[in-house]
């Protein structure tokens, strides 16, 4: 019986884990654009004040970025320019979600020693409520570079055939632009207002391609150099790379499907084949009326 109450207490405790992070991480505004939000969120922040997970987080998270060193905070950085998240719109941001979590985990993991006993778990949980936000962080990085990816040699084929049809490159592309949504679109945006401001094409292009760190964008921008340098057409260099692109988004397509197979073997083999084996024996003792206790002589 007290086996059984363990197991209900970690069930608990894990639930409430899980209901807290979704709490954290919940945003009710997030249908709205950013203007409606800054002016509901605003006066409504005044009026109530910080919750006290948002004060552990905006008190706790600067000194956990002390902690972890310059070397770390860089490497949050970066991602964070990788990522573009809502969730983290700057460093601090990220530490406070940090903090926030290892409160909310090393609450989790205080009731769970109490069921258990056991400073393993409890311990397991603290350190994965610490590195959560770096799963996050790098899961949305991630997620981002494979839009960008995919989008890139469609919006090359649109590109080619608006310069095809007389229009400066610098024209092509704010007039694909018009038309285009998602964080390729974006990176693009940021390109452009930067050679408003008086950057060259190639540092403005440079700079997109440091921020987005995709094998595809930086084989456009290396093309795209070269055909500024060498005076080669640019429409058929853009036709040219949208093709590449697409033989190795299909390529990256088939070794995730090759990937596919073995984890769907693995779930067969530890679940239910498992699962099937205590079926048959069930059912066969329950058939069969079979008494344990004469096989075995008692």
């Known amino acids: 019986m007290e086996p059984l109450l363990w197991g209900l207490g970690a069930v608990l405790v894990f639930g409430a884990l899980a209901y807290g992070l979704r709490l954290v991480r919940a ?5 709205l654009s950013v203007e409606d939000r800054a002016l509901i969120k605003e006066p409504a922040r ?4 910080k919750s006290p997970f948002t004060w552990f987080g905006q008190r706790v998270g ?46 989790g993991a205080v009731a769970l020693f109490m069921f258990t006993q056991n400073v393993l778990f409890p311990l397991l949980v603290v350190i994965l409520g610490f590195f959560l936000p770096d799963l996050i962080l790098y899961s949305a ?6 839009e960008i990816e995919d989008a890139l040699p469609d919006f090359l084929d649109v590109l080619a055939v608006t310069v095809s049809a007389g229009l400066s490159f610098r024209g092509a592309l704010q007039r694909v632009l018009e038309r285009t949504e998602g964080p390729l679109a974006v990176e693009m945006q940021t390109a452009l207002r930067q050679m408003d ?7 403005a292009f440079r700079d997109m391609k440091e921020r987005t760190k995709s094998q595809s964008m930086e084989a456009f921008v290396t093309a795209l ?4 340098d060498l005076g ?42 498992p699962g099937t084996m205590v079926l048959l024996l069930v059912s066969i003792w329950y058939v069969a009326d079979i008494d344990f206790g004469t096989l075995f002589g008692e």
């Open 62 to 107: 600067p000194e956990i970025s002390g902690v972890m060193g310059a070397s770390y905070r860089n490497f949050v950085s970066t991602r964070l320019v990788y990522a573009q998240s809502q969730e983290f719109a700057s460093p601090a941001d990220f530490f406070a979600m940090k903090a926030r979590l290892l409160l909310i985990f090393g609450l």
């Open 27 to 31: 945003d009710p505004l997030g249908h």
């Open 141 to 146: 990085g991630r997620r981002r570079q494979e």
């Open 46 to 49: 005044r009026r109530r004040g």
């Open 197 to 203: 401001v008086g950057t060259s094409r190639y540092e």
């Open 225 to 228: 150099m070269q055909s500024e």
């Open 232 to 273: 080669s057409p640019l429409v058929e260099s853009l036709d040219q790379i949208a093709t590449d692109l697409r033989q190795k988004r299909a390529q990256r397509a088939r070794q995730e499907a090759s990937k596919a197979s073995p984890k769907i073997a693995s779930v067969v083999t530890l679940i239910m084949v």
